[in-house]
């Protein structure tokens, strides 16, 4: 089955402690990026990736990190999580060919720091 | 990537259609116009997408204003399980500095 997977789904953590969330998507996608959605703010663009080891910030980069060292995974490194990064983040994936190309999208890691 | 402006919300009764607007009079000759829904904190989900005709699958129906500087989606029965935030964005398909950008979308409440 197509799809794009996130682990964890759901984490508690506290201020300063390094956490990584994985994304993984089995479709050979080139593109994939990072968002994070707040309660009236939408969704906002973290991160995203072109392809292998290719990277470039989104709208809200600051206070993540990400690589993009084989196709088909893009983690996400929160260095030093603060409680402003308490939030719901989404894993998408596209080709960056054709004319559909519509984003698939992982179900979310709801994420808290303390 | 042009941008897009949405009502905030919008209902409906269930059976009737839905009808979300969509403006986004920036766009350019070959930017897309998509559409995906995000039914509560679930992973957003592709709907249709289009460029200047009309289009059609077994989820909904999109106009296209003949400017394309406008855009209808249509749920043509609504059902409880529409229930949703539908985002429009508009961008080209492959290539360019791809970010599409979601903004708030508009929340539809399908009531019985």
């Known amino acids: 089955e197509a799809q794009v997977t996130q682990n964890p789904r759901y984490l508690i953590t506290v201020t300063g402690k390094k956490l990584t969330v994985t994304c993984s998507q089995n479709m050979n996608h080139e593109y994939m990026s990072w968002y994070r959605q707040d309660p009236g703010l939408g969704l906002r663009q973290i991160y995203y990736s072109m392809n292998v080891e290719v990277t470039d910030k989104g709208d809200v980069p600051e206070g993540y990190k990400v690589s993009r060292k084989e196709k088909r995974n893009f983690p996400l490194i929160l260095e030093s999580p603060s409680p402003n990064q308490t939030s719901l983040y989404f894993c998408?994936?596209?080709?960056?060919?054709?004319?559909?190309?519509?984003?698939?999208f992982g179900p979310g890691t709801r994420l808290t720091v303390l | 990537d042009a941008k897009t402006t949405q009502p905030p919300s919008m209902d409906c009764a269930e059976g009737r259609a839905a009808n979300l607007p969509c403006n986004h009079s920036?766009?350019?000759?070959?930017?897309?116009v998509y559409w995906y829904r995000q039914i509560h904190s679930q992973g957003p989900q592709y709907i249709i997408h289009?460029?200047?005709n009309n289009e059609t699958n077994e989820m909904a129906s999109l106009i296209i204003t003949e400017d394309r500087k406008s855009s209808t989606l249509i749920l043509p029965h609504a059902t409880l399980r529409d229930t949703a935030v539908y985002y429009c964005?508009?961008?080209?398909?492959?290539?360019?500095?791809?970010?599409?950008?979601f903004g708030r979308g508009t929340s539809l409440i399908v009531h019985p």
């Open positions: 964005i508009v961008r080209y398909p492959s290539g360019g500095s791809y970010i599409p950008t």
């Open positions: 998408a994936s596209s080709l960056l060919s054709g004319s559909k190309n519509e984003q698939f």
């Open positions: 920036t766009i350019s000759g070959n930017e897309y």
């Open positions: 289009g460029l200047k």
